[in-house]
């Protein structure tokens, strides 16, 4: 709660940044409200080329934030991955994961960072 009033309070300061404190719906609900507004803050105030990204508790559901504060939805990063790996098979499981089948059995948040770096910058 103190760092949630004392982020707040900043966002008071971070031309139209208020407008993320009713930013929350289910597709990045898996963050915390705090590495949430960390994370929009931050990128709020940097300017391009830069790229934000937060996981969740475990590390295997991946949010994707642009400078200003543009949330990349899972649609959008799942079309860059797509255009990062040139026809390699990639799918998203409709909360943050993303699945690289030919990599590994498991989501790897990791990975879709790194190839969405080489496309978003």
């Known amino acids: 709660p ?10 008071g300061a971070v031309p139209g940044a208020r407008q993320y404190v009713g930013a929350f ?3 990045f609900a898996h963050l915390s409200d705090r590495d949430f507004l960390t994370l929009l803050v931050l990128m709020k105030a940097v ?5 934000g990204f937060a996981l969740d508790g475990d590390a ?4 994707v934030v642009l400078p200003g504060g543009e ?4 649609e959008e ?4 991955l797509r255009q990062a790996l040139g026809g390699r098979e990639v799918r998203a ?8 089948s030919w990599h590994l059995p498991e989501k790897d948040p990791f990975l879709a960072a790194l ?7």
């Open 2 to 11: 103190e760092f949630l009033e004392g982020v707040l309070g900043f966002l």
């Open 93 to 100: 499981d409709g909360e943050g994961g993303y699945l690289f």
């Open 47 to 51: 300017e391009p080329p830069a790229v």
């Open 60 to 63: 295997d559901r991946l949010t």
């Open 77 to 80: 990063a799942l079309e860059k």
């Open 25 to 27: 719906d289910d597709e």
């Open 115 to 121: 190839l969405l770096l080489q496309v978003l910058l």
């Open 71 to 74: 949330l990349v939805s899972q």
